[in-house]
Each structure stands twice: as structure tokens, then as C-alpha cells.
């Protein structure tokens, strides 16, 4: 259906009838700027043809004013109602994008990719299963910063995570300050549920909140820790002399301390050696974390101003054409 939202607006239709009508004329300065001799035998009453109004004229202005006003009280299309869920839960993913993530250890659609490359396809897709919550992103390396703050709008945050890079934050990792930062943002953030799902390949190497500390400071602050591990166990590498060999590229994963984080906030961890894994999780967490909440309904709403806005000009245009077209003749 159509609305208008400013209906009060249409009260000022007779605003240009008023103002003719009681609004004084200039005053006539005297004189005309043109004699014209033959003007003078001409009788009484007799004036050149179109110094009145043209008639066509008056009733573009008049439709060029109905126009405006239309526009002005800023008609709506209203959609049919839809139903949103709302949990009311504010979730932080923590991503880390330190150097390790760029290691070519794990698989995506069958050929060899990053870690950061597969988190972000993985998360993305979380994301965009959380209706309902308010969704916030912290990227963390050397140091931790907020990329995306907790909103509903869940397509910009999933557009931050495919922006992320290596190395954006430091190519060290500090898993304590980006716990830190979590616990501050929340405590400015709407009330509800707080989580934070964080994600990191290596060990605590910056930063000036120990991990564990910052833990203790999520507690207190009910703030719920998921963490994920994730790298897989085994690699194959160049050696020396072309000699390739095994390694385990997940040596450096501090497993313990993301235990005692998640066991210190009532979360749990998890760990992600391949891509199935890591969906395998965040397929874990949504069953951990349900959707389900009170739902609240809305109606899309699109504007049509700029479609009498439009005409109006298009009117107004025809008019001013009009207005510089020659006279010929006489009344």
C-alpha cells in the first residue's frame, strides 16, 4: 500500500492562491522602458498578444505545485509485513590475522589455501546464520582493533571479514588484548547476552593483557568465551637440497591456554584441523547459541518522492521554455 508520511504537508496547497490574493503588488515604478510610436493609435484596452498568462501556463504551474507538495509529503510503498527474529545476543567474532594465518595448510574447494582464506568463507556463512543477533568483528594481531561494531547489519560486517589481510594488525599475536577489547565494547553495548567467538593458529606473542587475566576480566564481566584452534597436523614442505619432508605447521597452537580461556567463561574450545572442521564448529555454535528469540515485525518501506519530485521539475522545465518563446501579434 502507499502512504504518505508527512500528509500535513498537502494543508499548503493555497499558499500560492493566498498569496495572490492578499499579498500587496509591486509597486509600478513609472514609465515605460519602451516607447512605441505606432502603439498609439491603437484603442483602449488593446494589448499585445500573450502579456496575459497563457492559460496552458497557469495549469503547468498549477500541476508543478501538486507536484512538489506530493513530494514534499514524502509518499511510501509499504511491503508486506515480515517477521524478524531478535535474540537480543551480542556476538564478537575475534579473527586472528597475524603472519602464521598465511600458511597454505588446509584445503578449499580442492586446492591448497590459507587459513585466513578458509576462515573467511567459513565465518562469512556464519554470519550470515545469525538473524536476530547483533554481529561485531575484532581483527587481532600485534594489536587488536574493532573492524566492525555490533549491528544487525550483518552484510557489512560479513564485508569486513572478506577485507581482512594478513598482517593488517602485526604479524605477532596478542589474544589477550583482543579479549580486552571485547570485554570494553560490550560493556557500552545494549543489554543481553555477550559471546565471543575467538579464533586463532599460534600462542600469546604481544600485547599488554596476559590471556588468561583478560579471561578472568570476561568472567566478571559475563562474558561468554568460545575459542577455536585451527591449523591442521601435518604438512609437507620443501627441505633442503628438494628433499620434502612432514612437518606439523600447528606446533606454536598454545591448546592450553585457549582451554583455560573458555573453561574460565563458561564457553569451550574447539579444534579445526581441516575445513570441515572448522564448519563441523561453527555448526556447534549455533546449537550452542540458538536463534530463536522474540520476534519482532517490520514492514519494508521504499520511497516514491522522487517520482512526483520528477515531474515537477519536468513541468517546471516546461515552463521556463515557454517563458523564452517570442510573442507574435496582438490581442
Not at 550470515?128 to 560486517?157: C, K, M, N, S, W
Request: proline content about 7%; some cysteine.
Amino acid at each position: 500500500m502507499i502512504q504518505l508520511a508527512w500528509p500535513w504537508l498537502l494543508l499548503s496547497l493555497p499558499l500560492p492562491w493566498l498569496l495572490r490574493r492578499w499579498w500587496p503588488p509591486a509597486p509600478d515604478r513609472g514609465g515605460s522602458a519602451l516607447f512605441a510610436p505606432f502603439a498609439i493609435g491603437l484603442p483602449a484596452g488593446a494589448t499585445p498578444r500573450g502579456t496575459r498568462p497563457l492559460r496552458w501556463r497557469q495549469w503547468l504551474a498549477v500541476l508543478a505545485w501538486l507536484c512538489l507538495l506530493l513530494a514534499g509529503a514524502r509518499p511510501q510503498w509499504l511491503g508486506d509485513p515480515v517477521s524478524l527474529p531478535q535474540s537480543g545476543r551480542n556476538l564478537l567474532l575475534a579473527i586472528d590475522v597475524s603472519g602464521s594465518m598465511e600458511t597454505p595448510d588446509l584445503t578449499l574447494d580442492g586446492s591448497q589455501a590459507t587459513r585466513l582464506d578458509v576462515v573467511r568463507q567459513v565465518a562469512g556463512e556464519f554470519i550470515e546464520r545469525r538473524a536476530g543477533d547483533r554481529v561485531g568483528l575484532i581483527l587481532f594481531g600485534t594489536q587488536a582493533y574493532l573492524q566492525a561494531p555490533l549491528t544487525f547489519d550483518h552484510i557489512t560486517v560479513h564485508h569486513f571479514l572478506d577485507e581482512a589481510v594478513i598482517g593488517v594488525a602485526g604479524r605477532e599475536t596478542a589474544i589477550g588484548d583482543a579479549i580486552g577489547l571485547a570485554v570494553k565494547r560490550l560493556r557500552t553495548a545494549p543489554g543481553g547476552e555477550a559471546v565471543l567467538v575467538l579464533l586463532t593458529d599460534g600462542q600469546n606473542t604481544a600485547g599488554a593483557v596476559p590471556p588468561r587475566q583478560a579471561a578472568q576480566l570476561a568472567a566478571q564481566s559475563g562474558l561468554r568465551i568460545y575459542t577455536i584452534g585451527i591449523g591442521a597436523d601435518q604438512m609437507r614442505v620443501q627441505g633442503p637440497f628438494g628433499i620434502r619432508q612432514t612437518i606439523n605447521p600447528s606446533a606454536d597452537l598454545d591448546e592450553d591456554t585457549l582451554q583455560a580461556i573458555a573453561e574460565a567463561t563458561g564457553g569451550r574450545y574447539f579444534r579445526a584441523r581441516d575445513l570441515a572442521d572448522l564448519e563441523a564448529v561453527y555448526a556447534r555454535l549455533d546449537e550452542l547459541e540458538p536463534i530463536e528469540g522474540s520476534s519482532h515485525v517490520v514492514r519494508p518501506v521504499s520511497a516514491l518522492y522522487s517520482w512526483p519530485l520528477g515531474v515537477a521539475l519536468l513541468l517546471s522545465l516546461l515552463l521556463a521554455v515557454g517563458a523564452l518563446l517570442p510573442r507574435k501579434g496582438f490581442a
